[in-house]
Nanobody
Framework: QVQLVESGGGLVQTGNSLRLSCAAS????????MGWFRQAPGKERDFVAA????????DYATSVKGRVTISRDNAKNTIYLNMNSLKPEDTAVYYC???????????????????WGQGTQLTVSS
């Protein structure tokens, strides 16, 4: 079982950049496919980005494609979400998620993931 801890959120201005991190406080992430999701007030939790166990496969939500990069450092037991050109509509609580994976797949849905962090708030001011 893995325990996830997100960090790096905060208050930033439109157009700025930020990097979110997700570290495993227990367990090792190298056998897990990982994802980032976000949830704005009153809205459902939405897919942002996903990365396979090896890091060779990634994908992004249309709303963030070209502005966001997901990466992982299995040696550090950490995944990252680099976000550029931030917009007010990026304001949300950001969650990382993990699921065991037998192959180097990526997953897009909340229901695909077994483990979740507590979330980190990102607020983008206009």
């Amino acid at each position: 079982q893995v325990q996830l801890v997100e960090s790096g959120g905060g208050l930033v201005q439109t157009g700025n950049s930020l990097r979110l991190s997700c570290a495993a406080s227990a367990g090792t992430l190298s056998t897990y496919a990982m994802g980032w999701f976000r949830q704005a007030p009153g809205k459902e939790r939405d897919f942002v980005a996903a990365i396979s166990r090896s890091g060779d496969n990634t994908d992004y939500a249309t709303s963030v494609k070209g502005r966001v990069t997901i990466s992982r450092d299995n040696a550090k037991n950490t995944i990252y979400l680099n976000m550029n050109s931030l917009k007010p509509e990026d304001t949300a609580v950001y969650y990382c998620a993990a699921r065991t994976a037998q192959a180097d797949n990526i997953y897009f849905f909340v229901s695909n993931y077994n483990y979740w962090g507590q979330g980190t708030q990102l607020t983008v001011s206009s």
